[in-house]
C-alpha cells in the first residue's frame, strides 16, 4: 500500500520567484507562499498562518516564472518533501504538481 502525501494550500506569493537550472538542466522555480486563514478546532475557532517554500520543476517553471510576482494569489496542489539548507537545518518544502492562480 503506498502511503498518501498530498496538499493542496491557497495563499498569495510573499517574495520574488526564482527560476534556476540544476546541473542536469531541469529548471526549478522557487517561490514563498504564504496562507492566512480561520479554522475551526474541537469548537473553537483558531488562526492559521503558514509559510512554505514552493518549488515548480520542469517545463512549469518556465512557463510560470512570467506569471508569479509578490501578491500572486494562487492553489497549489502538490507533496511535501524534507530538504536540508546550507547549515543542516531542515524543513518542508511544497513540490508543487499544479497551480491555479485565484
Known amino acids: 500500500m503506498e502511503l498518501?502525501?498530498?496538499l493542496v494550500l491557497g495563499g498569495s506569493v510573499s517574495k520574488p520567484?526564482?527560476?534556476t537550472t540544476s546541473p542536469a538542466g531541469i529548471s526549478h522555480l522557487?517561490?514563498?507562499?504564504?496562507?492566512?486563514?480561520?479554522?475551526?478546532?474541537?469548537?473553537y475557532s483558531?488562526?492559521?498562518?503558514?509559510?512554505?517554500?514552493v518549488v515548480v520543476t520542469g517545463e512549469a517553471?518556465?512557463?510560470?516564472m512570467n506569471e508569479?510576482?509578490?501578491?500572486t494569489q494562487l492553489?497549489?496542489?502538490?507533496?511535501?518533501?524534507?530538504?536540508?539548507?546550507?547549515?543542516?537545518?531542515?524543513?518542508?518544502?511544497?513540490h508543487?504538481?499544479?497551480l491555479v492562480k485565484i
Do not use: C, M, Y
Open 4 to 6: 498518501s502525501n498530498q
Open 96 to 98: 508543487a504538481r499544479q
Open 75 to 94: 492553489q497549489v496542489s502538490g507533496f511535501l518533501n524534507r530538504i536540508e539548507d546550507k547549515n543542516g537545518v531542515g524543513k518542508l518544502v511544497l
Open 17 to 19: 520567484p526564482r527560476l
Open 30 to 43: 522557487r517561490f514563498v507562499l504564504d496562507h492566512q486563514s480561520e479554522q475551526q478546532e474541537a469548537g
Open 68 to 71: 508569479l510576482t509578490v501578491g
Open 61 to 64: 517553471a518556465k512557463q510560470w
Open 46 to 53: 483558531r488562526r492559521s498562518f503558514v509559510r512554505i517554500l
